[in-house]
């Protein structure tokens, strides 16, 4: 059981705008900064968002942002190319590592 | 424009070292501010630290694979390395090598190498 939880399914359609969380408690997300990674048919992780900061060459339909002990990957304007598996990862300083998510998978209709 | 390729054996036997690079290109680990770390992903499933390491200065692992576990730099070669000792079928997964988004451990992974896959069987 992952210390983060997120979705394990999404859906939208071209065009919509999707949000993905990723829920933790105070000892990490409530405490650190997130990332988050898409991972396209098995490849290599990217990152695509770090807090609410957008890593260059990532398009500005990404975004982040945080609530309490809730981190939200918002995609605004979904394209097909955007079809994944997102994961989220933060510090937890009560377990002393970087703890990921179960991951969302995205898919675009 | 930085970045990371993993190399090692594709296949180690149980109870052996599994041992694993990453080579480091457009950026020096020596010059830059960053933790370079390792990361893994078992066949279907999610992705787990390993741990970081900051120069030769300051390392954090895992604690469940603390025991098992050596990450080092070579400064010389732009290159940091994995150990992982004892290993047994729970360890086949891709390894990844990354690079932290700042010189804190606790930021998270910006930079990833592209994964290889190391399956233990004997």
């Known amino acids: 059981q992952s210390a983060l939880t997120q979705e394990a399914s999404v859906s939208g359609t071209v065009g919509q705008k999707v949000t993905l969380s990723c829920t933790g408690n105070s000892n990490n997300i409530g405490s650190y900064a997130v990332g988050w990674y898409q991972q396209i048919s098995h490849g290599a992780p990217k990152t695509v968002m770090f807090g609410n900061s957008l890593p260059s060459g990532i398009p500005d339909r990404f975004s982040g942002s945080k609530s309490g002990t809730t981190a939200s990957l918002t995609i605004s304007g979904l394209q097909p190319e955007d079809e994944a598996d997102y994961y989220c990862?933060?510090?937890?300083?009560?377990?002393?590592?970087?703890?990921f998510g179960g991951g969302t998978k995205l898919t675009v209709l | 424009q930085l970045q990371l390729q993993e190399s090692g054996p594709g296949l180690v036997k149980p109870s052996e070292t599994l041992s694993l690079t990453c080579t480091v290109t457009g950026g020096s680990i020596s010059s830059s501010g960053y933790y370079w770390g390792w990361i893994r992903q078992p066949p279907g499933k999610g992705l787990e630290w390993i741990g970081s390491i900051y120069y030769s200065e300051s390392t954090y692992y895992n604690p469940s694979l603390k025991s098992r576990v050596t990450i080092s730099v070579d400064t010389s070669k732009n290159q940091f390395s994995l150990r992982l000792s004892s290993v047994t079928a729970a360890d086949t997964a891709v390894y990844y090598c990354?690079?932290?988004?700042?010189?804190?451990?606790?930021?998270?992974?910006?930079?990833w190498g592209q994964g290889t896959l190391v399956t233990v069987s004997s």
């Open positions: 990862s933060t510090w937890d300083y009560s377990l002393s590592v970087q703890v």
């Open positions: 990354a690079r932290h988004i700042s010189n804190v451990v606790t930021s998270p992974p910006l930079y």
